[in-house]
């Protein structure tokens, strides 16, 4: 039985072969190169896929697992129909190893002022700026899920002062955890940099807006390294223009590939990279989706699960 591929428009070939590699006996089929999907859709066992087209996989009847080839769920939460198998995410530690270095990276950026040096440089300026202590410089991790907590704790464990809001209470050591709308602006007062560890879901959609942005204090930063439509674009482009947010580091966007007339690109305040902070590479994460099929077809658990939003709990597993 074979494995439907899909991580649309990303790198199918380096999937295909990892896969292979590590399951030699299996088909794989890569979506939409198929010269006949109906004749292959009850072979497929196992959808490997990235923001799939919506309602395709209701229609391979024998499907057992959706494994989801990242960490966002938004694209499947869309999804009104889908088969009562489970759908698991893709967590790789080595890629929340890499979100929590890029925003260590921004952080110290900004917290040692390395953008001031590279412009004193530029006119052959020698001058020393007194900074704080990582003690005394304040960072606050938003959404304490995987991809937060692992940012969060290696930020503390660098020496910076860590504090953390989630919708629910968190508990995680050396950072201050704040938790529920009670608590929300207290998160986001004491701040020097936010760091937007959010999903996208109802619930986010424009979360970060006009009104927390004014709650942070003049001249603070935002790394957002989860999924762009959290941000409200047109509010933080107000708060970077009248000074109040002094810069902002986008590394999601509400449209990607982010559009060329998108003002983002161009804004002195602010960073832009192209959703790489936390790239999931096969060379590391096809083993785990080799190793979730495994304990399958072992009549174990795969992990860790989702639950679509879109899907009641009688349909979904
Ligand atoms: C990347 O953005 C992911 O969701 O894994």
């Given at each position: 039985m074979s494995i439907l591929l899909n991580n649309n428009g990303y790198d199918n070939r380096s999937w295909l072969e990892a896969l292979s590699r590590l399951m030699p006996e299996r088909r794989i089929h890569i979506f939409p190169e198929i010269d006949d999907i109906e004749a292959i859709r009850k072979e497929i066992e196992f959808a490997v896929v990235w923001?799939?087209?919506?309602?395709?996989?209701?229609?391979?009847?024998?499907?057992r697992a959706i494994l989801l080839l990242?960490?966002?769920t938004e694209a499947i939460d869309q999804e009104t129909q889908l088969p009562d198998v489970p759908v698991v995410r893709l967590v790789d530690p080595e890629v929340l190893n890499d979100m929590a270095l890029y925003a260590l990276y921004w952080v110290m950026n900004f917290h040692r002022q390395y953008d001031r040096y590279r412009e004193q440089q530029r006119d052959a300026h020698w001058q020393r700026h007194e900074i704080c202590a990582p003690q005394d410089y304040r960072v606050t991790v938003l959404g304490l899920g995987m991809v937060g907590r692992t940012v969060a704790s290696t930020l503390a464990r660098n020496g910076y002062q860590l504090s953390g809001w989630d919708r629910f209470p968190q508990e995680i050591e050396d950072v201050h955890c704040f938790s529920g709308d009670t608590q929300l602006a207290s998160a986001f007062a004491d701040t020097d940099v936010l760091v937007n560890c959010l999903p996208l879901n109802a619930a986010t959609q424009?979360?970060?807006d006009r009104h927390l942005l004014a709650l942070?204090?003049?001249?603070s930063y935002l790394i957002n390294?989860?999924?762009?439509?959290?941000?409200?674009d047109q509010h933080l482009i107000e708060q970077l223009d009248n000074g109040h947010i002094a810069h902002a580091v986008l590394?999601?966007?509400?449209?990607?590939?982010?559009?060329?007339?998108?003002?983002f690109w161009h804004h002195s305040k602010v960073t832009v990279t192209p959703h790489m902070s936390g790239a999931t590479y096969a060379r590391s994460a096809a083993r785990l989706v080799a190793d979730n099929i495994q304990r399958i077809e072992n009549g174990a658990q795969p992990f860790p699960l989702h639950q679509p939003a879109g899907i009641s709990s009688a349909q979904a597993c």
């Open positions: 923001d799939h087209p919506r309602g395709d996989l209701i229609r391979y009847p024998n499907l990242g960490a966002g424009h979360f970060i942070m204090p003049q001249g390294v989860s999924r762009g439509a959290v941000i409200n590394d999601a966007f509400a449209s990607e590939p982010l559009p060329q007339a998108n003002p």
